[in-house]
């Protein structure tokens, strides 16, 4: 059986259900983890849990440590990883609380640590990355979703922005533009790493307010919880019956 992880973004400190066997605090050639990896049972099933963001919630989006997070869950023998991330909705489908499966992305960071293959200890490796988002990972959320009765998107493409500023209206334009449905801020380099890593990746995100320009008037934290307790529910029932629906082969 492969062994899961779930990554929870904002909005996902922590996993409800999860029965605790055991938190580590790992050592990693690039660094620290954001936070303690947690590793348990979610529905009978053995799964790790990492806070992107730390527990409590402390660290933005451009602070995070990427590669100690994806390295410490392949050094716990972690083969498939599920990343949930708050989102702001830009094309018509992504009202707030709606959940996506993206099936692709665009990567407008810069300045982060983007690759394991960049010194002496590994050669040049240019991966694959036509698609970003393990299909069979994908394939498995889309049909969860149907048998909790949560409507999804099954295809999306997401925007990586820096952060941890939300963008200008004239950017969720141009993004807009370039074919961006939603935009966040963890979705890169976190897949890349997976797939240097040789694991499958997949996200499950969450819209927690239209993008800049997309509605009247500012964005409010105040409007951003309450639609992500709503998602955030929603995908906890996603979760539970994805982790349900597969014996771990992907």
């Known amino acids: 059986m492969s062994k899961l992880a779930f990554i929870g973004g904002t909005g996902l400190t922590q996993l409800g259900g999860l029965v605790i066997n055991k938190r580590e605090h790992l050592s990693t050639p690039y660094g620290a983890p954001s936070a303690e990896f947690i590793s348990g049972e979610f529905n009978g099933r053995p799964v790790v849990f990492l806070a992107r963001h730390g527990n409590p919630h402390t660290i933005a989006p451009h602070k995070i440590n990427y590669r100690a997070n994806i390295w410490g869950l392949k050094q716990l023998g972690v083969e498939n990883i599920v990343a949930v991330a708050a989102v702001g909705g830009i094309t018509e489908a992504m009202v707030p609380a709606h959940i996506a499966i993206p099936d692709q992305l665009i990567d407008y960071t810069y300045s982060r640590q983007q690759t394991f293959f960049e010194d002496a200890n590994y050669p040049v490796t240019h991966i694959d990355f036509t698609f970003p988002y393990s299909p069979a990972l994908r394939n498995v959320l889309i049909a969860a979703a149907a048998t909790a009765g949560i409507t999804v998107s099954p295809k999306a493409t997401y925007g990586c922005t820096q952060g941890p500023r939300l963008e200008t209206i004239a950017e969720i334009t141009r993004m807009e533009r370039d ?29 927690a307010n239209w993008a800049a320009g997309k509605s009247e008037g500012e964005i409010t934290m105040t409007e951003i919880e309450q639609n992500l307790h709503l998602g955030m529910e929603n995908t906890a029932q996603l979760l539970q019956a994805f982790i349900t629906m597969t014996d771990g082969d992907y």
């Open 179 to 207: 074919g961006c449905d939603m935009v966040g801020m963890t979705g890169m380099p976190e897949a890349a790493l997976a797939r240097e890593l040789g694991m499958n990746y997949a996200s499950v995100s969450v819209v």
